[in-house]
């Protein structure tokens, strides 16, 4: 037995307790007659103190020669200390130490495990497990777990099944492009690795299993933009006999009872909105809301008036920021330049503040008159001290311009609060979204949603037109989770399929066993995927997915740390019957 | 909301009710003037009934057109049967349906939905979605994923942490063959595939996570042997600051709260056997203990005696089989055949029956006299009624023969009873087996294994001797979980590589990340893996893993349901760099 008590348990109850601690010397201090050490496990840091007078003359010794990390086993008995530190649980106690044991020695880590260390990036994923040893990162650690067993707890009492799915399957090119695994069984033949198991669970419901779900890693082989993974974990749900309001309640049940176990946060109802408005209000189909500045749309105020650049421009739309009137030249400046940085790509911002004594004043002075101006302030609901921006040009590319500018300055003033949760269900999603790329529609879900009924008729004449059966949950500006309920006859299913570009063939070969699958008796069925790592970080109040994953991978999804991926053997190309070519 | 009730809930207390129900046409009677349908889903199944005076002619009309599996939804009130079904929870009651609607009409299915269905292997795999709509296939699926809720509910009560490790690792050698996935950001190199998190959740130890676990999908690719499948999941555990008996007591806390918790079983302290006496005593590292039939060992007995096909032997040895002495020539001859089997390999076998009289006659009479015989019998605790059976050869070849006999006679006499659960625990395993194939010792359990402290001085001269830190768990005949205490420093794990025949560059190159690791503070660590797939199935009191996994593959490693692995795009295989070349 290593250790009876751990470094974060002792009290002062525990006085003239003998015990026996291990772990990591977080720090050491020597006074020449008395030894300090800072002793660490996951669960806390303990003092020991060794000391000149009641020390084991050769225990003494040995502790002089202790060095940060060093992993060690020591006896001895709880102490009152003198000096009590209120900032640590065990802060009233010490452990004078009688025996010492080194159980492993240290090298000095490449950066200090302390809660603000000094490892850059790089080289905290290569010595990842030693990242992992600091405060911060191990907590977050936990934290996912926790979200991870309360998911779970909450599904199981509501009767939904864990059923694990395959990861060897069929490739097929609709979506992301997949990793796929070459099989030594089958020469020439290839597995995917799952994007999502959204057909497996569409089977299981054809199955009569009513309700799934599952917490499983998903892959996909995309150019990694900034904080992505080629694998990252779904909470994955379906359920048979369902309508979309069945869905929604459940899953709002779900985030509900997350915020409140985790985060201790009661939200009743959560709002709705349609993608529709969702766009013209907020430029964005996951919007935050834990701040106002809604859109305004200026068309009808701001055109006409003699200022060309308004004029010719397809929309007009403002936001109304509180309390910047103030901004200097050079902060409204700022965000000119802000706006104009390429990845935005705008080609310029009108300003117009709204002093506290009631006037107005702008960059577009010349072309409207301060009544204008009062009329704008009015449809922006702009109050004295607040500042307008607005922009305008062509609706998707400006409104996506001020959505990202309005996040911006959201940032600036402080206004998204990290201990705030604001939920929101955005529904009725387009069914199908125009490629202008491949000159055809897409999914804008995926081909196994459904269409509104009530849009049928439009599917063959104007099918872009056509809404979805889809929802997403949107928590502080991020999609949290997405699903639809699904087409569950074949006839259907074929005519997506024959939108989507698909030839007959196609769909066959690739979804044949699903849509065979819809004519033995499928049931209404729909449901949604959470993405875990995303959630997990937003419930932790941070925005960066890759604290919260114990091995993550870099941006080029390589593992600095093994080293993956690799070359492998020529036996091993030759047993899977391939050969390297790179050109 | 296509339903307020499930099929299996309804009981007299809700007569006079009105529900609505959703589900399967299970059957219909149709007897001219009333119809009866059973309607089930997961839950159960309900009895709906049409009356030609009761119910309104359209939906008796249409409830005439219902066939197998059609997917329906009715509203109807609950009324009291007059002949009561005692064999279903709802056999009480049956629902006069007063609306009915077609959800989605079914193709007869390609084999009876029932619980003994006329659908072969082949057949109910293509189809497993049909499959999983009967109840015993569905029922292990929900079995499954109960016992894992309780893995999961024990290990988190204990302080154990879910972490994810990544599935897109690097690819080594040692063990079995890696499923590789090609890179195309990487061009020309792969990640592998996992076949356990081993590394990586010692790498967790280092990073003072202290307890993990993760129940996690892992992958080999081996030529699949009957019962195996290409991937398969593990309950995947590993503590620091632990010894050998800390494990062992954790995880016999753990499957005796399983066995307890699912099977309704109590056992107190699990038994311990060593690999040595494990292998002398049931021939067999894995030993089913729920029955005796223990080894005898006959070589000072047998031998010497004028019977040359023992003399030469190394190993005379038998078992005792409980009453069947009574055996016919013919039931000997079977037994006989049984062991000469290819797959089995022995030249023979000698039969002892051990009278209900007293008397003794064997297949050696000639060369044995009665008393002889008794003295066997003595040695395998043979009592009058037994049939003694006995083997002779190489040790280890003999032993593996007799274990299989031995194993293949407790089926036949019944004595492998599914209800009955008996664990064991198998320590001091050897750390190394010398293959004749490769000319070299290979890890028995992997090469992390830490070779007991004991036995070290014999590394170097007799490795072959040295014992491992190493267990299994065995439960009824199976290998159930296996785990040891690893080796955390790098000058042991240096030199454990060496003499499983790696070059330093090599095991840096492969494992340079876990021993550097090593030098960092490591602490003692150990840990156990248990295989789900087999667990479920032994609790289930079934032995085929097949039957608890939703979509299996085949022994081909297919997917006949979707037809997976198959071909790939050009494009696919150029964008990564790649051609196949089958020879």
Redesign the interface.
Known sequence: ???NRTNGELRLEHVNQEVTL???VQKSRDKGFMIWVDL????GVTQLIFDEERTDKEVFELARTLGR???IQVKGKVIEREAKNKNIPTGEIEILVKELKV?????L?PFTIEDETDGGDELRMK???????RTPV?NN??F??KV??EV?KYL?DQGF???????????T?EGA?????????????????PQSPQ??KQ??M??????YYQIV?C?R?E??RADRQ??F?QIDCEMA???Q??ILDVFEGLTRHLLKEINGVEISKFPRMSYEDAMKTYGNDKPDIRFDMKFGELNDLAQNKGFQVFDQQELVVGISVPACAGYSRKEIDALIDFVKKPQIGANGLVWVKYSEDGTLKSSVDKFFSEEDLGLWAERLRTNPGDLMLVMAGGTDKTRSQLSTLRMHMAEKLGLRKKNEFAPLWVVDFPLLEWDEETNRFHAMHHPFTSPKPEDLHLLEATPGKVRANAYDLVLNGNEIGGGSIRI??KATQKRMFQLLGFTDEQAQDQFG?LMD????????HGGIAFGLDRLVSILGGQETIRDF???P?NN????V?????????QE?L??????????
Chains 1, 2 share one sequence.
Not at 517 to 524: E, I, K, R, T
């Open positions: 037995m290593y250790r291990a772990g990591w660490r496990d996951r669960y990390e060093f992993v159980l492993n020695k240290a090298q880590p010595y990842r497990y030693l990242d992992i040893r191990r650690l936990i996912r777990a991870n067993m779970r199981s099944i864990d059923v694990e799915t395959p990861y060897l399957i069929k490739s090119p492009r997949d990793f796929v695994v070459p099989s030594r069984m089958n020469a020439g033949q290839f597995y995917a690795l057909t497996f089977l299981l054809v199955g009569g299993l009513d309700k890693k892959f082989d150019d990694l080629p694998e974990t006999f369902v309508e309001e069945d569950h006859d066993f699958a819809f004519q033995f008796g499928a049931p209404p994953i114990a091995f991978k080029a999804g390589r593992d740390m093994i080293d993956a991926p690799s070359v492998i053997d091993q030759n047993e899977l019957s391939l050969k390297v070519e790179i050109k």
